[in-house]
């Protein structure tokens, strides 16, 4: 069966986006996050345009090339500018977790309207590859629904001091079992597993 993967570029003090983060500024002041997309030598397989170190290439496009579809919460999609009515990760379908409508939705887009109808609908799309979860407040909802298997956090170090935090207030402790490190020029990949 395929894995629910939260994966996600975060400072050493846990925020995805600096302050200020909006549509057409995504990241806010914290653009600082996905400098080590291009600061390599080593094209990404997956990414185009990506330019990665020898250590981070292998490791982030395996991750990237499990992924066939995404879910990714409202706020996140509004502020990638509805990923230009395509996708984080290419090819991969997404599906658009929201409250309420979602407007402009691709063909390449799907709402939902809970966690769970999110993630199922998802698996449905990805054909048997991974599903991957875009936004702090879907890994959230996802860690509390007991349906994450792994958590990717691609390290930088830097303390932004505020902005958005990929972890939120949980119900209780989710314990991790770290099954890889791999430090990098300007990130540390650290990935672990959901323990049960």
Do not use: C
């Amino acid at each position: 069966m395929s894995k629910v993967i939260g994966a996600h570029a975060v400072s050493v003090d846990g925020y995805i986006t600096g302050r200020d983060a909006r549509p057409g500024h995504g990241l806010g002041d914290g653009g600082m996050l996905f400098d080590w997309y291009f600061d390599g030598t080593v094209p990404s397989t997956v990414f185009d345009g990506f330019k990665l170190s020898e250590a981070s290439a292998p490791l982030f496009d395996s991750l990237a090339a499990r992924v066939g579809a995404m879910v990714a919460g409202r706020k996140t999609y509004e502020d990638s500018e509805r990923f230009g009515g395509g996708s984080p990760v290419p090819n991969a379908r997404v599906v658009v977790l929201s409250h309420s409508a979602v407007p402009t939705l691709s063909a390449q887009q799907t709402p939902a309207t809970t966690i769970e109808s999110a993630i199922s609908a998802a698996r449905d799309l990805a054909d048997g590859r991974d599903v991957g979860l875009m936004g702090g407040g879907v890994l959230t909802s996802a860690l509390r629904a007991g349906l994450v298997d792994e958590i990717v956090l691609h390290q930088v170090p830097v303390l932004l001091g505020g902005g958005r935090p990929f972890f939120q207030e949980l119900p209780g402790h989710v314990r991790l079992n770290l099954i890889e490190a791999v430090p990098a020029p300007g990130v540390t990949h650290l990935r672990y597993e959901v323990q049960r």
